[in-house]
């Protein structure tokens, strides 16, 4: 059973513009929603996370917009660059045993 | 973030063989995972490597086919037993440590022939 649904499958922006992918969860045990973004032949390295207590972080260029009435979080990506071709997980922990559960992953491509 | 060592970073194996990769931390972690990756595909959770005592497993995965130790805080190690092809995939190692989070180690793809 998917506990984490993310979308799209795959993304292709232009230079500039502004990446976004979703994702949906069921489970309202879950305290943490990390961003995960993975290159080729790379583990997964932390981008931003957030918690259920605010409803959006940024850092530099990247945002997370939370929903927690609808359950829903999102990674905006702005004035994207080729440089942020890769795939990115959305992910959630649940307070009470501390794994991390994956979305199924969203591959970017920036056009140069 | 937390420094992961994992080796090895690939290899191909016969089948029916063993594998143990090791994931050595550079500080003492909380918390250590076991996760399957296969190519283009999102992460799968083996296992919790718990301290001194019986790995935690998730559903679907067995003891008897993929072994886990953890002697101290910094060390794990992960068997992938009696290997069939199915079994090619990458495998990652992640550590929860208090001041850095999750972090992921770089991964050891296995190829079964």
């Known amino acids: 059973q998917q506990q984490v649904k993310q979308s799209p499958q795959s993304l292709i922006v232009q230079k500039g513009g502004i990446s976004i992918i979703n994702c949906a969860y069921e489970?309202?045990?879950?305290?943490?929603f990390p961003w995960y973004q993975q290159f080729p032949g790379k583990g997964p390295a932390l981008l931003i996370a957030?918690?259920?207590?605010?409803s959006e972080k940024k850092e530099g260029r990247f945002t997370i917009s939370f929903n927690k009435s609808a359950k829903q979080f999102s990674l905006h990506i702005m004035d994207s660059q080729p440089g942020d071709s890769a795939t990115y997980f959305c992910?959630?922990?649940?307070?009470?045993?501390?794994?991390?559960?994956f979305g199924k992953g969203t591959r970017l491509h920036i056009l140069p | 973030s937390a420094v992961i060592s994992q080796k090895p970073s690939r290899d191909i194996c016969q089948r029916g063989t063993s594998l143990t990769i090791q994931c050595q931390v550079d500080?003492?972690?909380?918390?250590m995972f076991w996760y399957r990756q296969q190519p283009g595909q999102s992460l799968t959770l083996i296992a919790t490597?718990?301290?001194?005592?019986?790995?935690?497993?998730e559903s679907g995965f067995v003891i008897d086919k993929f072994p886990i130790s953890r002697p101290n805080l910094t060390f794990s190690t992960l068997t992938v037993s009696n290997m069939s092809p199915e079994d090619s995939s990458i495998y990652l190692c992640?550590?929860?440590?208090?001041?850095?989070?999750?972090?992921f180690g770089s991964g050891t793809r296995l190829t079964v022939v």
């Open positions: 957030i918690r259920p207590d605010v």
């Open positions: 500080s003492q972690v909380t918390m």
């Open positions: 992640s550590v929860l440590s208090l001041n850095y989070g999750y972090t």
């Open positions: 490597a718990n301290q001194g005592s019986e790995a935690t497993y």
């Open positions: 489970n309202t045990a879950f305290d943490y």
């Open positions: 992910a959630a922990r649940a307070n009470r045993d501390d794994k991390i559960i």
